[in-house]
């Protein structure tokens, strides 16, 4: 952390460099001046995550990445994906505040218009959106839920073609769903945002960028993650192979 006021860390639990990449550029753009993002994703792992069998195998990745995080005294850590992978076992093991983007950008939504709708991916994915919203109290916010039927990794294939499924069922949400904002659904996406937000006049949200502001304005208020109750550090135990390295 080279004279920055604050360092992030922006977690990408999928595998993809190019992911990775596009999160992080977006995450910089937005960040106030001195704050640092440090992008990292797991060395082993999925490629992309695309259900309940991806994101269990993305959490051990995520937990190792938060724990190198605390040890270079981050000041915040970014679970960089729409299912939120792991994020209570990370606040149990950080310190320092952890956002998922899910959660950033529900809860952004929320402070600009009473009802938003979600963009996502894979069909098969809308559950684990709707899981969140139940586990954030965000259900009744929520108007409508969409996938462009696309794979994760298309929004990195240079082709175009899911940005502009995403752009057109962005389209459809605003004209049907009675939604004054729509969230996407994916951190592939981070990166169309602003330009979505220009081109159909309502509030379309990124959870990186959401994610960045949050984790500075707790920053700000000198909140980190409660240690009192059940987010409390994990209770020491000798954890043994793969995650031995987990061990407080
Ligand atoms: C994500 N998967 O944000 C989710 C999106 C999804 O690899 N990064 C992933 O569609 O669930």
Redesign the pocket.
Known sequence: MTGSSLCIQLI???T?LG?TEVMAATARKVASPGTEILAVCPEEG?P???GHF?EAIATLGVLQQVKAGREASVDGHII????DPGLLAARELARAPVVG?AEAAMHMATLVATRFSIV???PR?LV?ARHLLHQYGFERHCAALHAIDLP?LSLDDGSGMAQQKVREQCIKAKQNDGSGAIVL????MADLAQELTLELGIPVIDGVSAAVRLIESLHALRLTTSKFGDLDYPLPKPLSGRFADLNN
């Open positions: 990408n639990p999928n993809s992911m999925a992309s995550i695309e991806d960089a994906c729409f299912g983007i996502t991916t894979l994915t684990i994760v659904g994916c951190g592939g």
